[in-house]
């Protein structure tokens, strides 16, 4: 068994920041990747970034570039999703979930094998 838990989410004021946090435990994340993704109340789930084991591949929905920051640390077994300048349509439950895959890309959620229980996030104008 592999078990995540996000941390991080809250209320912020557009334009600040936040940083989520994906801890593993048991299996951890072996050589797989991981991703984050959002859903915003009444819509579908949707990919935000990933990253692969080695953390030298990086992938990002347009809607997020040049603002929010995924990194990892293999030693402490986390993942973060560092989100600046934040905006009103960020609002969403951020999930973080490992890939059935050691490499990185664009994942759809059938890409993954585990998610944690999400963490709110919402973002006052």
């Given amino acids: ?10 209320l912020v004021q557009a334009g600040g920041s936040l940083r989520l946090s ?3 435990s048991g299996r951890t994340f072996s050589t797989n990747g991981v991703g984050w993704f959002r859903q915003p109340a009444g819509k579908e789930r949707e990919f935000v970034a990933a990253v692969n084991w080695s953390g030298s591949n990086i992938y ?9 920051t995924i990194s990892k640390d ?3 077994n986390t993942v ?4 600046n300048s934040l ?13 059935k895959y050691s490499y990185g890309g664009y994942y759809t959620a059938g890409d993954m094998d585990y998610w ?6 919402t973002v006052s104008s």
């Fill in 74 to 76: 293999n030693g402490e």
């Fill in 80 to 83: 973060y999703l560092h989100m």
């Fill in 1 to 10: 068994q592999v078990h995540l838990v996000e941390s991080g989410g809250g």
């Fill in 87 to 99: 905006k009103p349509e960020d609002t969403a439950v951020y999930y973080c979930a490992r890939s």
């Fill in 116 to 121: 944690g229980k999400g963490t709110l996030v």
């Fill in 22 to 24: 994906c801890a593993a």
């Fill in 60 to 68: 990002y929905t347009d809607s997020v570039k040049g603002r929010f």
